[in-house]
Structure formats: C-alpha cells, structure tokens
C-alpha cells in the first residue's frame, strides 16, 4: 500500500489513503477544523476548502496545506 507524504503548516503528514476530505487533513495534523479550513497551495495556485471542507482530496506525494483561522485576530496594542 503506497503512502503519500504531504505538508501541513510546514510539518511533515503522511498517509495511506487515496482521498481525504480537507477536514481529515486538520484533524490528521491536530489543527481544530472548527476554527480552520484547510487551503491546497499548487505553484501559485491556491485552492480553498472553506466552503466545502468534506470535498475528497486525491492524495499524491508532496502535496503542500495551510491552515487559515477563521477566528478572531488578536489585536496588539
């Protein structure tokens, strides 16, 4: 069974499954999908789950995620 190794945030994932939903994926790299959505970056493409975080995901070597908050933005002073 081949195993796909993928980034999230920078830090190293893997799995042996074909497909992931995006929720999957934080969950996978202990990111709250309550508070984040997941964001597939492809060269200078970006492509949003935001509003679709069940949608499959076909899983290849090196593919690369980011999480975005969707809660509140602390406030420096």
């Known amino acids: 069974m ?6 999230v945030d920078d830090e190293p994932q893997s799995t042996t499954s074909h497909t992931l939903t995006a929720t999957q994926i934080l969950v996978n790299a202990a990111i709250d999908p309550a508070v984040h959505y997941l964001v597939q970056i492809e060269g200078n493409k970006r492509i949003s789950y935001q509003t679709d ?6 899983m290849h070597e090196h593919m690369k ?13």
């Open 53 to 58: 975080p069940a949608q499959e995901i076909h």
């Open 2 to 7: 081949p195993t796909f190794d993928y980034t």
């Open 65 to 77: 995620f980011v999480s975005v908050s969707t809660g509140p933005t602390p406030v420096s002073r």
